[in-house]
Every structure is written in structure tokens, then in C-alpha cells.
């Protein structure tokens, strides 16, 4: 499987896109107004202790309160005051209201909700990752010969000095890498704690301590591997910035990256742009004629399965078996490249045969396994549905490019014009009732104004006869079609 790495940078805006053989897996996306908060460490203070919950709200200097929970505090050392483990479960021993500690956010803000925050920090570099607070090493389920697995996990061990502290995880990207090359990683992540935790014992709360890296350095960091033939971007400045990166952390892939210059924008290869559109559909197409329905919530995002124009070759039972084969590879592909995360329900068609179904399964978790993000698929339930969790710690793609429709207010639908009407002729009896008035003039929506002249114009007259005043129409531009007023005049 060849790979691409594709960065189109501008002053306000970094994207960068993840092909597989050509075909678009993955997008991130990233603004100068609202760059993602995850990976980076704050000096908070504690706003609110929640015992009930097992929670502590925390100020870190953003909009809305962040999220702690007691598992993700680690407890407080009486002899140096600072927090680390073991702990408890009452979040009352952990925190108090007031307390200023170094937090890290894990989940960015999404919807309603507040940045996920913890107070085991972690560090990322190429090929480790710190963790101040952890202990022993652990080595990425994804490097999966075990002889591999002892050469970094001995080799982490080794060079880790008596009188450190922490631990480290071994990434993916470390499989085959020098041992000189891990031990450069761990020397820079001991000095970049170093700084951070000086940094954050002088901050005040609410301080920004420590930033993770902008997007275009971060894509090197976390994907570029072996399988990556080629990095391409189209700045100059985010080219060098890249290269300068690799030279000093992976110079065995700076040749990799490359400055792109063609006059063709480097999104209409492969034709990203149109990819990205089709992303924020609802319906998605297969080739076969079948088609998926992604429905995103707050709570959770279901995918129904349709067989739509496919119509099979030999029976019922294959023609669905072969829509969903299908449909487990396309949706696997979307889960990335939405980046949908959280609770997600999957509406295969139903399949009699017990095989089949087993069939369909594995072929989502063979699918999944490319995916960076956490994937587990729990069960399936009783009614047939797939229940899968995906981890979700930066804002979905919808969510990051659109925001609700002011109409539906993010429903997805409105009120039609006859029932608008009736809504209207209630009020004007209402009003009717209450009020003494000359005349009524009622304001709405063309479509609202065009219905009481027409199919609703009897049950009008009605009303003015009951009323014994006129009552009058116009056309509101501003109004939308669930919205109208009544005027007394």
C-alpha cells in the first residue's frame, strides 16, 4: 500500500490529506481562529468540585469551564505537593476549590460540552511518548513481532537513567529505527518536560504552558512512516518549517518531503476538494447501487445500510450479504475521513445466515485496523444493530466546516406551510378573544401567504366573519416558514 501525504497551507488555515493508493482516507483541518486545544498543557485552577459527579470543573483560560475526572487525577504527594500516583477515587482528596495544577487537555470542546482534560501528562516525540507521571515502558500494540517489541523495550530500558522518573510508550513509527535515534528522543523529551514543568510552577492560572506542534510539523510526527512515499506542500515557509523538523528528528525522511509548485491547486488532485463535499452528505454511494445514511448527534452517530438499485445476481440473501461486505469498507473509510467519534450504530441489512454475519464483521474490524483512532465494536445487538466505539478527541468534520442551519436550528427539518396556517388561525382566535382591534394583519413566509389565499382562503373568510374585522396578509422576507406574526391594528 503506497501512501501520500498532501499539505495545503495558507496564513489562516493548514489542511493536510492522507491518501492510500490514491484514494482520500483522512483530512485534518486546522484554523488560525480555532486551533484544536489537544495535546496542549494549561495551569489551571479548580472552579467547582463535584462530588456527585467525581468531577472538578477547571479554569484554563478558555470559554467554558473544563472537564476533570477523578481517574484522571493523580493524587497528591505530601512530601513534594505536587500531584501524582497512586490515588483514590474521592475527588474531595484530590482536589479542592482554588487549587492551581498543570492539566492537559485530551478532548477538544465539542457541541456543549468543555475541553476533557487530565493531570497525567503525556509528551510526544517521533518515536516515544513521556509520561512524567507513569511508569515502566510499554511498546505499541501495532508492532506486533515480538522479537521487535523486546529490541525497543530493552533499549528504552537501557537508556533510561537510575534516578529518572515516568514512562515511556514505545510508538508505532519506532519499529525498525535506531537505537541512537530512540535514545536523541528520550534525551529531548526529558529536556522539553524540564521546560514545561519550570514554566508551569512560575504560570498563572489560566496560562498556556505548552503548545503542541502546528499541524504541518504534527503530520510528520504522527504519520509519516515507511509507507509514506511522499509529503507534498504547497508553502514555502510550512515546507521549510517541515524539513527543518525532519532533518532534526527523522532525517532519513526528509527526502520525502517536497515543495509543490505546479500551478493546479495541490486539493484538486486526486480530487480532494469534491471528496471533502461529499463528506458533509448524508447519503454516501457504493458501487454497487447500494448506499449508506450517516446521522450525526450529540449522543451518538448511526449509519443505516440500503441496498437502494442493487438488485443481485443470484438471491436475496447474497445480494445483501454483498451490500454490506461493501458497506463495511466504505464505512470504515468514512469513519476517518469524517472523523466520527463516540458512540456509533451501525444498521446492517439483516442477514439470515449466522456466517454471513460473521463474515461482515470481521471484514469492519480488518477495515478498521489502518485506523489511528481507537476503534472497539462491543456486540451485536439483539435487534441486529453493531454498537462501536470510536475515540474522539478532535471535533468531527461537519462540525469543524459547518454550524446548524438557522431554519431548522440543526434539526433537520421544519414545520410545513399547512401547519403554520393552523398555527395562525389559533392565534387569531387567541387574539381575537383577548384584544379589542380594528384590524389583523398577519406577517409569514411567501409560501405560508400563498396557502391561506388558495387551498385555505374559505377557512379565512370564516375567520373574519367570526372576527367581524378584516383580517390582512403580506409576504415577510425575513420570516422563515415555520415563522410568522400577528399584528393588531
Request: glycine share 4%; hydrophobic share 30%; with cysteine.
Given at each position: 500500500m503506497t501512501a501520500e501525504i498532501l499539505v495545503n497551507a495558507t496564513p489562516r488555515e493548514s489542511r493536510a490529506a492522507v491518501l492510500e493508493n490514491g484514494v482520500l482516507q483522512e483530512v485534518f483541518i486546522e484554523r488560525a481562529s480555532r486551533r484544536g486545544l489537544t495535546g496542549n498543557i494549561y495551569k489551571g485552577r479548580v472552579s467547582r468540585v463535584l462530588p456527585g459527579m467525581q468531577a472538578a470543573f477547571i479554569e484554563i483560560g478558555l470559554a467554558r469551564t473544563a472537564f476533570l475526572h477523578a481517574s484522571d487525577i493523580a493524587a497528591r504527594n505530601p512530601d513534594s505537593g505536587e500531584l501524582e500516583g497512586p490515588r483514590t477515587e474521592n475527588v474531595r482528596e484530590l482536589v479542592t476549590e482554588g487549587d492551581e495544577i498543570l492539566v492537559q487537555v485530551v478532548k477538544d470542546p465539542i457541541g456543549s460540552k468543555g475541553a476533557r482534560l487530565t493531570t497525567f501528562v503525556s509528551i510526544p516525540s517521533r518515536y516515544l511518548v513521556y509520561m512524567p507521571k507513569g511508569r515502566g515502558v510499554g511498546v505499541s500494540a501495532r508492532i506486533e513481532a515480538e522479537e521487535e517489541r523486546r529490541r525497543l523495550r530493552e533499549a528504552v530500558t537501557l537508556f533510561a537513567a537510575p534516578e529518572d522518573t515516568g514512562g515511556y510508550i514505545v510508538r508505532t513509527a519506532a519499529e525498525g529505527a535506531a537505537l541512537e535515534a530512540m535514545r536523541a528522543d528520550m534525551l529531548f523529551l526529558k529536556r522539553l518536560w524540564e521546560a514545561i514543568r519550570d514554566k508551569g510552577l512560575k504560570a498563572v492560572a489560566g496560562e498556556l504552558v505548552h503548545e503542541d506542534l502546528p499541524l504541518s510539523v504534527r503530520v510528520l510526527r504522527d504519520l509519516l512512516n515507511e509507507g509514506v512515499g511522499r509529503v507534498s506542500v504547497d508553502n514555502p515557509?510550512?515546507?521549510q518549517r517541515m524539513l527543518d523538523f525532519a532533518r532534526m528528528f527523522m532525517p532519513e525522511s526528509a527526502a520525502k518531503i517536497e515543495l509543490y509548485l505546479q500551478p493546479r491547486a495541490i486539493f484538486d488532485l486526486h480530487g480532494i476538494e469534491e471528496e471533502i463535499e461529499r463528506a458533509l452528505d448524508r447519503k454516501v454511494m457504493l458501487k454497487s447501487g447500494g448506499h449508506l445514511m450517516f446521522d450525526q448527534t450529540e449522543a451518538m452517530t448511526t449509519i443505516d445500510v440500503n441496498t437502494g438499485a442493487y438488485?443481485?445476481?443470484?438471491?436475496?440473501?447474497?445480494?445483501i450479504f454483498r451490500t454490506n461486505l461493501e458497506a463495511a469498507l466504505a464505512i470504515a473509510r468514512q469513519l476517518r475521513l469524517r472523523n466520527l467519534g463516540g458512540i456509533i450504530i451501525i444498521d446492517f441489512i439483516d442477514m439470515q445466515e449466522e456466517e454471513?454475519?460473521?463474515?461482515?464483521?470481521?471484514?469492519?474490524?480488518?477495515?478498521?485496523?489502518?485506523?489511528?483512532?481507537?476503534?472497539?465494536?462491543?456486540?451485536?445487538?439483539?435487534?441486529?444493530?453493531?454498537?462501536?466505539?470510536?475515540?474522539?478527541?478532535?471535533?468531527?468534520?461537519?462540525?469543524?466546516?459547518?454550524?446548524?442551519?438557522?431554519?431548522?436550528e440543526g434539526r433537520g427539518f421544519v414545520k410545513t406551510p399547512e401547519t403554520v396556517c393552523y398555527e395562525i388561525f389559533r392565534e387569531i382566535l387567541r387574539q381575537n378573544r383577548q384584544f379589542e382591534f380594528q384590524q389583523l394583519m398577519v406577517l409569514a413566509h411567501q409560501d405560508v401567504i400563498e396557502l391561506l389565499l388558495d387551498e385555505e382562503s374559505g377557512a379565512l373568510a370564516e375567520l373574519e366573519a367570526l372576527a367581524g374585522k378584516p383580517i390582512r396578509l403580506q409576504t415577510e422576507a425575513l420570516c422563515s416558514v415555520d415563522q410568522f406574526d400577528v399584528v393588531l391594528m
Open positions: 515557509q510550512a515546507h438488485v443481485g445476481h443470484r438471491n436475496l440473501e447474497e445480494t454471513h454475519r460473521r463474515q461482515v464483521i470481521q471484514a469492519l474490524e480488518k477495515a478498521l485496523d489502518d485506523d489511528h483512532a481507537r476503534t472497539t465494536i462491543s456486540s451485536v445487538s439483539p435487534l441486529g444493530l453493531v454498537e462501536m466505539t470510536r475515540k474522539r478527541t478532535r471535533e468531527s468534520l461537519e462540525h469543524l466546516l459547518c454550524q446548524p442551519c438557522p431554519t431548522c
